[in-house]
């Protein structure tokens, strides 16, 4: 190679390269610093070239900067493992290699060369702290875990009766349950209620969240690992095999990736889980509840939900109303709350004050009923011990008082002209129209005292979702 070509190999290494390069000469003078090093230390290059690096990195002395040892020993330290935070503050793990550099034997400079692992890092701290989870569930955690029973779930609601009525047939039978319904609607006390009250109930029962946690872990935790199977991976069983005989409830369904919602479904159909990583076909019987806080037809149309695997999931089908679609069942859920924290906070309130009860029914609770349990524990909290009934100044840590259905419009308009607003409200109206009359036209315009052809030009205007109009 000659001697162009090889400084320009050199550049192109040192400035597009993902290693983080630093060289310093004998007198600790930076001479050379590339963006990968400065990006993972927090500086500018200007900052560092030239300069003593004591100067720079106040902090370290002799004994703690590897170049500095190089420099002086003349010898190689390979694949240290650093976290320390950078100049910015943000906390960086790199795996570096510091070599001396020598010419006709003597020492002239010491280069570091480090990878930065900070995302490997994270990763894998949250997979041993899964881990650790995990043999913690499997000791003494379990009694502490609430066992609900139907009779748990209050509610006279029509619509909430009949939820009740299914997930009572649920319990006599191994298939799939799907539960949809906005988040604080009671989604896991129907999915416990159905295990412990079914034929499983002596079986193991576990939860996982398919939201908080990234795709590769995902994998590992539903169906385990191997030794090897990725970096820093052990020999674990996932919680497939955990809950082999029992239930598993996969909340939140829709926001798993498309990749691990296929091998869900490999598995659910197939009856087996492969490690990730290994090679052993493992047979499993887990009953599979999952949950989705999305309606799941419009999951699919989104392209967050796969329908073959939607298909496998609601072979029983849940749906439970959210609050505001059943406010007949306000009053007796507030006297069960308020029964369940007098006796917990030692109060004796046995009334509650019309205004409160009108509100509550005026509100829209994005919350549902675990919003309406927490506004009760706070206005308990508030009264005193001889107070008997629950006003309207109780409610002060809440803020549904200021929030009613007025404020509400009020609140959203923000600095709309009155006409965007009032578009943006009917395009609203239309939507849930379509939603609750199962987005058929005619019924959808009979039900909103409009023409076929009105709705149509509507529907066009906002170009509202046409794959499921019929
Ligand atoms: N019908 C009900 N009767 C009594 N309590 C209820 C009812 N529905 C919900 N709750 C209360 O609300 C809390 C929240 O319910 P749950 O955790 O089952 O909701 P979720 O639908 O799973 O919510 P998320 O989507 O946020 O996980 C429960 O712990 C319970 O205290
Ligand atoms: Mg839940």
Redesign the pocket.
């Known amino acids: 190679m000659t001697n162009i070509m090889d400084s320009i190999l050199l550049q192109n290494i040192l400035q597009y390269g993902n290693i983080g390069i630093h060289a310093i000469d004998n007198n600790r003078k930076t001479i050379v610093y590339n963006s990968t090093m400065a990006h993972l230390e927090g500086l500018e290059i200007e900052q560092v070239i030239g300069k003593d690096l004591f100067e720079i990195f106040p902090s370290l002395n002799e004994e703690t900067s590897t170049l500095i040892r190089v420099l002086k020993l003349g010898e190689p330290i390979l694949n240290s493992t650093q976290t320390y935070l950078n100049f910015k503050g943000h906390s960086i793990t790199t795996i570096s290699t510091t070599l001396p550099l020598i010419n006709n034997r003597k020492i002239i400079g010491a280069v570091e060369l480090a990878q930065d692992l900070t995302n490997t890092k994270i990763l894998s701290d949250q997979l041993l702290e899964l881990q650790s989870v995990l043999k913690r569930d499997n000791s003494n955690i379990k009694p502490l875990i609430?066992k609900?029973s139907l009779n748990?779930?209050?509610?006279q609601n029509e619509k909430?009766i009949s939820a009740k009525k299914i997930a009572e047939k649920a319990c006599q039978s191994p298939s799939s349950v799907l539960?949809y319904?906005?988040?604080?609607?009671?989604?896991?006390?129907?999915?416990?209620s159905i295990h412990y009250n079914g034929i499983r109930k002596d079986k193991t029962f576990i939860a996982q969240n398919c939201a908080a946690i990234p795709d590769s872990l995902l994998e590992g935790i539903l169906f385990g690992t191997e030794k090897g199977g990725f970096t820093g991976a052990i020999e674990r069983e996932g919680i497939f095999e955990q809950a082999n005989g029992g239930t598993l409830l996969l909340?939140?369904i829709n926001s798993m990736s498309l990749t691990l919602q296929a091998k869900l479904l490999r598995v659910l159909q197939e009856g087996y889980i492969r490690r990730v990583g290994g090679i052993k076909d493992i047979p499993i019987d887990v009953r599979i509840i999952a949950?989705t806080?999305e309606n799941p037809l419009e999951s699919i149309n989104k392209g967050t939900l796969r329908k073959d695997l939607y298909y496998r999931l609601n072979v029983i089908n849940i749906n439970?109303p959210p609050l505001r679609e059943r406010l007949d069942?306000i009053e007796l859920?507030t006297y069960?709350?308020i029964t369940k924290y007098n006796r917990i906070l030692n109060k004796n309130i046995n009334r509650v004050s019309n205004d409160v009860l009108s509100d509550f029914k005026k509100y829209h609770w994005p919350g549902?009923?675990?919003e309406l349990?927490n506004f009760i524990e706070g206005a308990i909290n508030m009264v005193s011990i001889e107070d008997k009934a629950l006003n309207r100044e109780d409610f002060v840590t809440s803020n549904f008082i200021n929030n009613t259905t007025d404020n509400i419009v009020f609140n959203n308009l923000d600095n709309q002209a009155l006409p965007d607003f009032m578009d943006s409200i009917e395009q609203r109206i239309i939507n849930e129209a379509l939603k609750r009359n199962n987005f058929n036209i005619t019924n959808t315009a009979n039900y909103l005292g409009i023409k076929r052809q009105t709705l149509q030009a509507k529907i066009k205007k906002y170009k509202i979702m046409q794959n499921n109009l019929h």
């Open positions: 609430r609900y748990n779930i209050i509610g909430l539960i319904g906005e988040t604080g609607t009671g989604k896991e006390m129907f999915a416990q909340d939140e949950t806080n439970i069942d859920l069960y709350f549902n009923v675990r349990e």
